[in-house]
């Protein structure tokens, strides 16, 4: 079965809906897209919570190795690694009990996605998760 993302209403759901974006592979380098696209979306009024084993906070946010690590509720787990690297990361986002997968542009992995959706999971693949944001949600996120 191909993978089809979301309809463009349903990633604008997903976005709306979502307050909390764990960034798996956020790096602390400002200079480097993780961490450009994470602080669009901190700005945005998303809270942003690191996952990079080797940085104690990034954007003034305390990391964590892990999404196991992190001890509340996570909306969207945002990925920033390469595609291989993605089912078990799709494992610990089932296991953290997340609403959306979503790999960053240029990540794709079908295991990955079955797994999450397996799960329970939306999963969103090779979309720029700052781009969507933009487009659909140009003037921030309405808090209903």
């Not at 089809?4 to 764990?22: F, M, V």
């Not at 700005?43 to 992190?70: C, F, H, M, T, W």
Request: proline content about 6%; overall charge negative; hydrophobic content about 45%.
């Amino acid at each position: 079965m191909a993978f089809a993302n979301p309809s463009r209403d349903e990633i604008k759901r997903i976005l709306e809906e979502a307050d909390t974006i764990a960034v798996v592979g956020l790096s602390d380098n400002p200079e480097r897209t993780s961490h450009m696209i994470a602080q669009a979306m901190q700005a945005k009024g998303y809270r942003i919570v690191p996952v990079n084993p080797s940085a104690e906070s990034i954007l003034g946010e305390q990391a964590y190795a892990s999404l196991k690590d992190i001890p509340f509720p996570v909306d969207i787990v945002d990925v920033f690694r390469r595609s291989e690297f993605t089912p078990p990361i799709a494992e610990e986002a089932v296991a953290a009990g997340a609403k959306t997968l979503w790999l960053q542009l240029g990540v794709v992995n079908d295991e990955a996605a079955e797994i999450a959706r397996q799960g329970g999971l939306n999963v969103i693949m090779d979309r720029c998760i700052k781009v969507e944001d933009s487009i659909l949600l140009p003037h921030g996120k309405s808090k209903s």
